[in-house]
């Protein structure tokens, strides 16, 4: 994600596969009261399944992490575990903790920036800036030197990115993304933006609003990278996990939160978030429920048929995912583009194209996207969406996903891809190369066709 770590229990391997469990799917069970934690806050609770049905133990397993050789947790849920063995798991989680508070980091800084240019060093293997008195204890590591404060203003650019897909897909928005983000937040009339997993939309605000004295855009970072709070108060940014809406600075951190989304003065209040796309959804919705939840407690008004205005920034193909758990929101044709990634980058063709798109519960006409790209206003379904998606009588919707020209096929009584073509012995659109026997196959997980076993709908029931 834009800042911290990724979970797809379901993916090709998942839980079952990487915790000696076999094939098979699993369902994620939620957050329980009283579950057991690792370093990345509470665990999650999974159970194998089997043709839909559950079956066999159910698990605990980390949140923020699939891999074991990332964060070995795990537990069944009905082990006895010993006090010893408690008693070392607490002192483990402790030692994994980062060297130094937020608070620490905070005066740190403070200090960092008192240092005349010629004394400011960054260690690129710690990923840490360093006073004088440091210097020695990594003096065999790679510094960079002469940090700026333009330099400090924009962290995204001096950390390295996390980029292990399996634990921290850290991708950062490129500029072009970044920019329209904040256009768009600005003209939509919000004031505060609960940036969650957006570092980089986060320091562009704070950079325009220490240089700009009419600037009235505010935001709070929350991220499961700790690196951030080298550089922003407990003010600016919460250690968070959004798997499962643990803050790790405590009740503090989370009445930070809770002050932020405050609409004092009548400024209002907008959550993006940019989670991995390897996490999981019901997981990712649990979390961003109770982020929308807070922002209600903190409202003076009867809001009761509100929602929280959100940004949700994740790949099409999840669209029936998001809607089962947010019904009220819309996916935009905005393509998102990132700086570091191979393939989600804006301008490419066909299927190279970012999957990338915006989910929102706001209005979809007032969402205007910029005309240069190509972007138009369709009248019948009153939102803005790319050249390529074409209206279709027939559905009576721009049906496109993916900014390619779809086609209507009559027997399937819907629009599919371009290079879909409909098999009479399928009895569906689909690749014409494809072998029918796999098709016939079905799900592993509920044994019925139309669908693979990572976008089953039996796995998102929680």
């Known amino acids: 994600w834009e800042g911290g770590g990724a979970m797809a229990a379901v993916s090709a391997a998942g839980p079952a596969g990487l915790y000696g469990l076999g094939t098979g799917g699993l369902v994620l069970l939620g957050l329980v009261p009283g579950a057991p934690s690792c370093p990345h806050g509470p665990a999650l609770l999974f159970a194998k399944t089997s043709q839909g049905k559950e079956e066999g133990r159910r698990f605990y397993a980390c949140s923020a992490c699939r891999d074991r050789k990332d964060c070995n947790f795990f537990q069944w849920e009905d082990e006895k575990v010993s006090e010893t063995r408690l008693a070392a798991r607490e002192e483990y989680n402790r030692n994994c903790q980062p060297p130094f508070t937020h608070r620490q980091n905070v005066e740190r800084y403070k200090n960092f920036i008192l240092l005349p240019l010629s004394k400011r060093r960054f260690c690129q293997e710690c990923q840490q800036l360093l006073l004088p008195a440091e210097w020695e204890n990594h003096s065999g590591h790679q510094f960079l030197c002469d940090i700026s404060t333009v330099q400090l203003q924009l962290p995204s650019q001096l950390l390295y990115p996390l980029e292990n897909k ?42 325009k609003a220490s240089q700009e004295e009419d600037f009235r855009v505010r935001s709070l970072l929350l991220d499961i990278d700790f690196r951030y709070s080298q550089f922003y108060t407990e003010d600016e940014f919460c250690h968070y996990n959004m798997f499962n ?112 798109r915006i ?8 969402i205007v996207l910029p005309a240069e790209e190509g972007y138009r206003f369709c009248t019948i379904c009153q939102r803005y969406v790319s050249s390529g998606n074409q209206h279709c009588e027939m559905c009576n919707s721009c049906t496109s996903k993916d900014g390619r020209q779809w086609k209507h096929c009559v027997l399937c009584q819907k629009c599919v891809k371009p290079s879909w073509f409909h ?6 659109c689909i690749l014409q190369n494809h072998t029918c026997e796999k098709a016939d196959a079905g799900c592993f997980v509920c044994g019925k066709t139309g669908h693979k076993r990572s976008t089953c709908p039996s796995l998102a029931r929680t």
């Open 359 to 366: 989910f929102t519960n706001l209005t979809p006409s007032t």
């Open 423 to 428: 098999c009479n012995n399928c009895n569906r």
């Open 245 to 356: 809406h643990h803050f790790f600075g405590g009740e503090a951190a989370h009445e930070t939160c809770r002050k932020f989304l405050y609409q004092d003065s009548g400024e209002r209040v907008i959550m993006v978030a940019d989670p991995p796309f390897g996490g999981l959804v019901e997981a990712l919705a649990s979390s961003f429920k109770k982020l929308m939840s807070l922002w209600k407690e903190t409202e003076k008004e009867d809001h009761d048929n509100q929602e929280m205005p959100v940004f949700w920034i994740f790949p099409y193909f999840f669209e029936a995912r998001i809607l089962e758990f947010f019904p009220s929101f819309t996916m935009m044709d905005y393509q998102v583009d990132y700086d570091n990634h191979a393939l989600y980058k804006h301008g490419k063709t066909g299927r190279r194209q970012s999957p990338v």
């Open 166 to 207: 399996k634990t921290n897909a850290q991708y950062l928005f490129a500029d072009r993304s970044c920019q329209f983000l904040l256009d768009l937040i600005i003209n939509l009339g919000f004031r505060r933006v609960l940036s969650v997993g957006t570092p980089r939309l986060h320091e562009m605000i704070q950079s």
